[in-house]
């Protein structure tokens, strides 16, 4: 009879024959006590209960062990043994073909059940911002004080401080989670190496049992445990095509700041898990290789959450010098919001974006106090996304440096990346794009060469900015802020960034 042995930091898995028998070690972690016979006994029923709700034809119930005596001295969840050949894991390490397509039945179910799952006031209250940050904090606590983990103190302390700049004001992009009931009763351990792709479609095994509020999260905190784990398989492509899937499935857009938030969360989890191997391995071999896992999870952890930081993009500049043009390329590339002054003045004025309404420097709509009124709503706006975890481009001349000033606070204030750049040409083509422009008839923007001309005498001096020459082919333009926004302020910078960067 073929029978394998398997074990994890909580349990023994014996296969035998057409089951699975798994026995809870007698552990005690802060996350869960299993000293006694009757916590491991209920946690057996649990665990039952639990995954019946995506796997109900292969959790079959719990069986006692026996003593000498006949009575009994343990327990073991009895389940039908899954085909290994049929397992995620092992069929994208082995880039099976039947694998991209199962990523829309897998999201289709996960979509369906999260429909279904319980909510409530409770379970809502374990996805606050508060509450994320304490699980976060939680998992660092319990990591800092492993030995022999080979968990690096320095990466931890990058870990926590990216983690904390995200969350830092970051409440109302949680309580709108909450309120658009996005928080469910989910699986909380979405992993590869627990999910196989059956002819009748995908089983979904061994959800967390032994603490209900690590069940307790958000959709895309559930579905980020597996887009976390493809990755680590080095198969992001197929995470990408699990959330894009999701999404159509489930009629929810997936925040990408956030969603990259919750794959670090998921990725330090499951270091924190290789450092629990590796403190409990005797062989040194074994050891190395939990370690190892270890610390490739950390730096995955911080790889996620340098793409989730939070960004504040100016992009200005005179007339002509195509600030739009940079930043509606930025925001086509990353899908960050893209804020133009020019259409935020006609909005406040009533007006279409497009009717032109030509006036002489700081006439008609152009008054400067028109002009503080556009700022102040266009960081207003930019003060609402920043906070909901979006990363904002704002297009708009900011010749006046006080108004610079309030955009810098603002980042500082949102714990965000302020990044200044500068569209410049020369006044040769700027003058003659005006003028296509002018001729064109449809913009939001009414600068005419006279205005243009005037602006360049008035603009306050902007040290601060990064120049972005845009006399060249707009795609290699667009490389180019794109880059210098990715690297941040005082970044020198040329090469075209890696790839598509997330919505």
């Given amino acids: 009879m073929d029978a394998s042995l398997i074990e994890t930091h909580v349990s023994v898995v014996l296969f035998l024959g057409d089951h699975a028998y798994k026995l809870k070690k007698p552990v005690v972690f802060p996350f869960a006590d299993l000293s006694t016979r009757g916590a491991r006994q209920a946690l057996c029923h649990r665990e039952v209960e639990l995954n019946r709700r995506l796997a109900p ?99 931890l302390d990058r870990v926590m401080a990216l983690a904390d700049r995200f969350l830092s004001g970051r409440d109302p992009l949680f309580d709108h989670r909450i309120a658009l009931g996005r928080i469910c009763d989910g699986h909380g351990d979405l992993l590869a190496d627990d999910i196989f792709l059956l002819d009748d479609g995908p089983r979904i095994l061994d959800c967390i ?126 899908g960050w919001a893209v804020l133009r002054s020019d259409v935020l003045r006609k909005e406040l004025a009533g007006l279409p974006a497009d009717e032109a309404t ?70 040769d083509v700027a003058t003659e794009r005006i003028r296509l422009r002018m001729a064109g008839g449809i913009d939001a923007s009414d600068a005419d060469p006279g205005v243009a001309a005037r602006l360049a005498e008035v603009i306050d001096g902007w040290p601060e900015s990064i120049d972005v020459p845009t006399d060249g082919h707009i795609d290699a333009v667009v490389d180019q802020a794109l880059a210098h926004a990715l690297a941040g302020p005082g970044s020198a910078v040329g090469a075209r960034p890696d790839g598509p960067v997330g919505r």
């Avoid at 266009?378 to 010749?399: I, P």
């Avoid at 302020?418 to 569209?423: A, F, I, S, T």
Wanted: net charge negative.
């Fill in 209 to 334: 049992e032994f603490d209900d509020r690590l069940r307790h999260v958000d959709v895309v905190d559930d579905i980020a445990f597996l887009v976390m784990d493809l990755e680590r398989l080095g198969a992001a492509n197929l995470g990408d095509a699990l959330v894009e899937a999701y999404e159509h499935a489930s009629g929810e857009v997936v925040p990408r700041n956030l969603l990259h938030v919750y794959v670090a969360y998921r990725a330090q989890v499951r270091a924190m898990v290789a450092g629990l191997r590796a403190a409990q391995c005797d062989d040194a071999a074994e050891r190395a290789r939990h370690e190892a896992e270890a610390a490739e999870l950390l730096d995955q952890c911080v790889r996620r959450l340098e793409r989730a930081t939070v960004r504040l993009v100016i992009v200005g500049g005179l007339p002509g010098t195509g600030k739009t043009t940079v930043a509606k390329g930025i925001g086509e590339r990353t």
């Fill in 57 to 155: 034809d292969v959790y079959e119930g719990v069986a006692d062990v026996l003593g000498p005596d006949g009575s009994p001295c343990d327990h073991l969840v009895v389940m039908r043994r899954m085909p290994n050949d049929r397992r995620l894991s092992l069929l994208v390490e082995t880039h099976d073909p039947q694998v991209g397509p199962a990523m829309d039945d897998l999201a289709r179910v996960l979509a369906a059940f999260h429909l279904t799952a319980d909510r409530s006031a409770e379970i809502d209250d374990a996805a606050t911002r508060d509450a994320v940050a304490d699980r976060w904090r939680r998992n660092d606590d319990q990591m800092r004080g492993l030995t022999g983990s080979g968990l690096d103190p320095v990466a």
């Fill in 358 to 427: 030509a006036a002489s420097y700081r006439s008609g709509i152009y008054t400067a106090e028109m002009t503080d009124r556009t700022y102040d709503v266009l960081l207003g706006e930019a003060r609402r996304l920043l906070m909901l975890g979006e990363s904002v481009v704002l297009d708009a001349s900011f010749v006046s440096d006080r108004h610079r000033r309030t955009a810098r606070a603002l980042a500082g204030e949102m714990g965000s990346e302020l990044v200044e750049l500068r569209c410049t040409v020369g006044d």
